[in-house]
Every structure is written in C-alpha cells, then in structure tokens.
C-alpha cells in the first residue's frame, strides 16, 4: 500500500476527532448531574469504542439503532486538568464554539480526499490522466478552501485558540498549495489561509509533524 504525503499529514493532523465527536455526542445527550446509558434502553453489550465484545459488530449495531457508545470513564464535559498543567482541548467544550470547530473540520475533511485524489491522478502517465477529472476534483477542493478563508480571520478559526480547526485548515492549505495546487492555491489568491498556516507553524508541536520530503 502506498502512503502519500497526504496520507501521513491527515494521520498526524485529525487522529482524535471521532473520539471527540463522541465525547459532543455524549456530553449533548447527558442529564446533568448524572451518568447516562448509553445506548438508552437497549439489553445487553452495546457496541464501545475500542473494545470487542461476544458479538459482531454489526449485531450491536443493529440492536442500538447504529449508535456506538464512547468508553467506560470519559470525560463528557472535558473538565479533567491535562497532565503537568499543560492545555491540551483542541476542540472547544460543548457548546456554540464547539459547533463551529466541528463544521470548519467537516469543510477540511470533505477537502482533503478531493486534493489526495489530484495527488494519486497526477502520478498517472500523461496519456492516462483525464483533465475532467482533475478539473472536477480541483474545483471542489478550491470550493472548500474558499470557505476556510471566509472564515478565517487574523487570529485562530474558533475563540481565538489555536485548535483542531486550526490544524485541519492549514494541513489542507499547505497540501493544496505545496503538493496540488500551488498554481491556484497561495498565498496570493488565499491570503488569509497562507497567514494562519504560517502561524501554525510557528508552533513546534505542529511544524514537527509536517513531513520533510
């Protein structure tokens, strides 16, 4: 199997985010002051993050009408203090802020398999590659970036906290305009987005995972 650059930037940029997208679930759905079940009124082992079970899979899906539950001792209202002190939520608690990290990610996650497709169409022979599709695909990436530097402004994507959103725009951005795009996506026709990433990278804990190809 080979693995693109694309591959190895969207590992190391979005890892936690269905893990997150549980933590909202639960935490939206949580009585206050009190654990839930989760799934609600459904016997036996429902289907868990991380862990199997005497069941497959899809018969625990059946039984809790598609829901799987996150693990046993999360923290739904993620209060509990990162280790030496440090802050480590990158994605706001629940709430309005919260929402709209998670829709700036869904624009960066329907991106990124439009530019990993470019990638894989432009390593075909020349007389294999078909300009339609490249053109297709490079229109909807172009769309979404669009997007991103709508909502960009001269600070971070949510409460002006570097975040998840964050990470996700400037992976998509410095894929676009490094690897794919760089004719149509820069810093000049996507200034704000060249800008975020730029401040991106100057933090060391994100410019170490871009890889050095």
């Known amino acids: 199997m080979r693995i693109t650059p694309f591959v190895l930037m969207i590992a190391l940029g979005t890892c936690n985010i269905a893990a997150y997208g ?12 009190g654990a839930v079940t989760c799934p609600p ?23 809790s009408n598609g829901i799987i539950c996150p693990p046993a001792g999360l923290d739904q209202d993620m ?3 990162p280790p030496g002190g ?3 939520k990158i994605i706001p608690p629940p709430g309005s802020a919260r929402l709209k990290a998670l ?16 990638y894989d169409e432009a390593l075909r022979p020349k007389e294999h590659q078909l300009q339609s599709v490249f053109e297709g695909l490079a229109e909807q990436a172009i769309i979404g970036l669009t ?8 600070g971070w994507l949510v409460n002006d906290k570097f975040g998840q ?20 996506v820069n810093a000049k026709s996507f200034p704000r987005l060249a800008a975020l990433t730029g401040r991106a990278m100057e933090i060391d ?5 871009v890889p050095q190809l």
């Open 22 to 33: 549980a933590m909202a679930q639960s935490s939206r759905d949580a009585p206050s002051g």
């Open 165 to 184: 959103a964050d990470i996700m725009t400037a992976i998509c951005y410095q894929a676009a305009s490094t690897f794919v795009l760089p004719d149509r």
């Open 79 to 81: 209060r509990v203090a």
């Open 147 to 154: 997007l991103l530097e709508t909502e960009t402004g001269d």
């Open 103 to 118: 829709q700036l990610v869904g624009i960066g996650i329907n991106i990124y398999p439009k530019l990993s497709s470019l």
């Open 41 to 63: 009124d459904v016997e036996g082992e429902p289907p868990t993050i991380g862990e199997g079970g005497s069941k497959s899979l899809s018969d625990k899906l059946a039984r």
């Open 86 to 88: 440090g802050q480590l």
């Open 205 to 209: 804990a994100f410019a170490s995972t």
